[in-house]
């Protein structure tokens, strides 16, 4: 395994570990913007663990995807055991879209960039 892929493990490993410590935090009550912001931020924060996991498995795309899987459904069931927190059968659904999304871009971002690159940009 290349170094590179190393500090890839390593950061997915920290990212998990600060999911895992704020899913371990009583919830924040709040005012949210609008309503289902948290699925906004599930999917934000799904989409990041994708491409972190992306990178860890060497550019794997299902393996990074059943990865996000595994850890989104884990972090469902630790917060059923959460005083104040509980299990979200929707919270898993846009943890995968998240993670969906970002597959999409990375599988797509070729294409994106020469749109972006010659339309928008003017290259």
Do not use: C, N
């Not at 919830?27 to 990041?48: I, N, R, S, T, Y």
């Not at 850890?71 to 069931?77: K, L, M, W």
Request: aromatic share 14%; glycine share 8%.
């Amino acid at each position: 395994m290349m170094m590179k892929q190393w500090m890839w493990i390593g950061l997915l490993i920290g990212y998990a570990a600060a999911i895992g410590y704020v899913s371990h935090q009583p919830l924040a009550v709040g005012e949210a913007p609008f309503p289902h912001f948290d699925k906004l931020l599930h999917l934000a924060e799904f989409a990041l663990f994708f491409l972190l996991a992306w990178q860890a498995t060497g550019r794997r795309l299902g393996l990074a995807w059943l990865l996000t899987l595994a850890f989104a459904g884990s972090d469902e069931v630790h917060q059923a055991f959460v005083p104040a927190r509980d299990a979200s059968v929707l919270d898993l659904v846009a943890d995968m879209v998240g993670a969906t999304l970002m597959a999409g871009v990375i599988r797509l971002w070729p294409q994106l960039w020469r749109f972006l690159s010659t339309r928008i940009l003017q290259r």
